[in-house]
């Protein structure tokens, strides 16, 4: 019993409160989250930069296309009280680990579109993956006190908080990367004019 105490007393800091032990693993774990967020916000603008050539090759008005973005602001409001249910109930992981399962979901149903030629594939799937933005915005701050110490909670948040929004902005530069060469072809411009 006087080992317990002693044991007890190494665990606490000088004021009595409980010592945080700081994995040096965290800093991965930040990455992967980090990551996760990334391909959220390349899923919600990937058709951002490239409305007028999907509309033109799946047939279907640039409202349409423009919808896939506009489902993930929609999507936020029922998915922000299901994360919230999640997290409180089953923890940090099964909330990034159902948002990560919805957003795979999401974007392999967007894929069905190669087999089915039907735009509304990549809506459904935009749907269902814009249900998992929540699930990765909504834990950055659980995330952060659980990892991470006091003099890291800022930084860890900052660069939690920043990951979609930098996925949004890969979303805007990458599309045009794929599409360079059709850019270029005459036709193509006289596509975007009609």
Same mark, same amino acid.
Not at 7 to 20: E, V, Y
Not at 103 to 125: E, I, K, N, P, Q
Not at 178 to 183: A, I, P, Q, S
């Given at each position: 019993?006087?080992? +317990?105490? @002693?044991?007890?007393?190494?665990?606490?800091?000088?004021?009595?409160?409980?010592?945080?032990?700081?994995?040096?693993?965290? #800093?991965?774990?930040?990455?992967?989250?980090?990551?996760? *967020?990334?391909?959220?916000?390349?899923?919600?603008?990937?058709?951002?930069?490239?409305?007028?050539?999907?509309?033109? =090759?799946? @047939?279907?008005?640039?409202?349409?296309?423009?919808?896939?973005?506009l489902s993930f602001l929609l999507?936020?409001?029922?998915? *922000?009280?299901?994360? %919230?249910?999640?997290?409180?109930? #089953?923890?940090?992981?099964?909330?990034?680990?159902?948002?990560?399962?919805l957003l795979l979901l999401g974007?392999?149903?967007?894929? %069905?579109?190669?087999?089915?030629?039907?735009?509304?594939?990549?809506?459904?799937?935009? $749907?269902?993956?814009?249900?998992?933005?929540?699930?990765?915005?909504?834990? =950055?701050?659980? %995330?952060?006190?659980? #990892?991470?110490?006091?003099?890291?909670?800022?930084?860890?948040?900052?660069?939690?908080?920043?990951?979609?929004?930098?996925?949004? %902005?890969?979303?805007?530069?990458?599309? *045009?990367?794929?599409?360079?060469?059709?850019? +270029?072809?005459?036709?193509?411009?006289?596509? $975007?004019? =009609?």
């Amino acid at each position: 019993m006087i080992q +317990d105490l @002693d044991a007890l007393r190494l665990s606490l800091d000088s004021r009595g409160n409980p010592k945080l032990i700081l994995y040096t693993y965290r #800093w991965i774990i930040l990455l992967l989250y980090c990551l996760a *967020n990334i391909a959220v916000g390349i899923t919600m603008m990937s058709f951002g930069t490239t409305a007028t050539v999907v509309s033109k =090759i799946y @047939d279907v008005s640039e409202i349409s296309v423009q919808l896939c973005a506009l489902s993930f602001l929609l999507m936020f409001f029922p998915g *922000n009280f299901i994360s %919230l249910y999640v997290l409180q109930r #089953w923890g940090l992981k099964t909330c990034i680990t159902v948002g990560s399962c919805l957003l795979l979901l999401g974007v392999w149903v967007r894929v %069905l579109v190669l087999a089915f030629d039907s735009f509304y594939c990549v809506l459904g799937g935009s $749907v269902i993956a814009a249900l998992s933005q929540a699930f990765f915005q909504n834990p =950055i701050a659980k %995330l952060t006190t659980t #990892w991470f110490g006091d003099k890291e909670r800022g930084t860890a948040t900052a660069f939690g908080s920043m990951a979609m929004p930098l996925g949004t %902005l890969t979303s805007f530069l990458l599309p *045009n990367l794929f599409f360079e060469e059709l850019f +270029d072809r005459p036709e193509f411009r006289f596509y $975007v004019l =009609i």
